[in-house]
């Protein structure tokens, strides 16, 4: 399983980002996916998560702000990221959930390698 987030960066309070996660070694259709996020001397959080049928959630805290989807026939997930403000600097992780079809705590997810997010002026 790989899991390869990228895009992150340098961004300006108020500004956006995109971030993708292609995938590899697994069925991606077939799993739930998730964005995680993980700030210094903090625990890790969840952010986001998509069914399989692209049913989407949302953390309270990046509801309205940010928009999870996924393109099953690019093995890609995607976060974009809009008003980004300095507490959401971190790093981002993406994840698929531990077994096929159903829903998995993101705590079980298998997460891959993240991609630093940072906001400030």
């Known amino acids: 399983v790989q899991l390869q987030a990228s895009g992150g960066g340098l961004v300006q309070p108020g500004g956006s980002l995109r971030l993708s996660c292609e995938a590899s070694g697994f069925t991606f259709s077939r799993y739930w996916m998730y964005w995680l996020r993980q700030a210094p001397g903090k625990e890790l959080e969840w952010v986001s998560r998509i069914n399989i049928r692209s049913a989407t959630y949302y953390a309270d805290f990046v509801k309205g702000r940010f928009t999870i989807s996924r393109d099953n026939t690019k093995n890609t997930v995607y976060l974009q990221m809009n008003d980004l403000k300095p507490e959401d600097t971190a790093v981002y992780y993406c994840?698929?959930?531990?077994?096929?079809?159903?829903?998995?705590?993101?705590?079980?997810?298998?997460r891959g390698q993240g991609t630093q997010v940072t906001v400030s002026s």
């Open positions: 994840a698929k959930s531990s077994t096929e079809i159903l829903y998995t705590d993101y705590k079980t997810a298998v």
